[in-house]
């Protein structure tokens, strides 16, 4: 059974930054793509980055392209994102994901394991 765990949430001020990490655990996810989703009170769970099991290809949901960046360190089984130029729209509860695949997944559907989530909220 895989485990994942995401950390490095917390308040922050609009324009600021954070880093959210993801460290899996059970198995290797190195043959998997990853993602990142996340879900504000009130709103269904959306897409936010995608990177494919190398991590050679990301992709992103318009609403975070130029601000966020998603990596992966398959030695550390670990998933980054990096979100800058935060605005208060981005505060939600963010969740990483294990794909099924090993390239770009954009539906939920498509991921088989997932994180508790990690609370994000940006000030105003």
């Known amino acids: 059974q895989v485990q994942l765990v995401e950390s490095g949430g917390g308040v922050v001020q609009a324009g600021g930054s954070l880093r959210l990490s993801c460290v899996a655990s059970?198995?290797?996810?190195?043959?998997?793509?990853m993602g990142w989703f996340r879900q504000a009170p009130g709103k269904e769970r959306e897409f936010v980055a995608t990177?494919?099991?190398?991590?050679?290809?990301?992709d992103y949901a318009d609403s975070v392209k130029g601000r966020f960046i998603i990596s992966r360190d398959n030695a550390k089984n670990t998933v980054y994102l990096q979100m800058n130029s935060l605005k208060p729209e981005d505060t939600a509860v963010y969740y990483c994901?294990?794909?099924?695949?090993?390239?770009?997944?954009?539906?939920?559907?498509?991921?088989?394991?997932w994180g508790q989530g990690t609370q994000v909220t940006v000030s105003s």
């Open positions: 994901a294990a794909g099924r695949y090993r390239g770009i997944s954009y539906r939920p559907n498509e991921y088989d394991f």
């Open positions: 990177i494919t099991w190398s991590g050679l290809t990301t």
């Open positions: 059970g198995r290797t996810l190195s043959s998997n793509g």
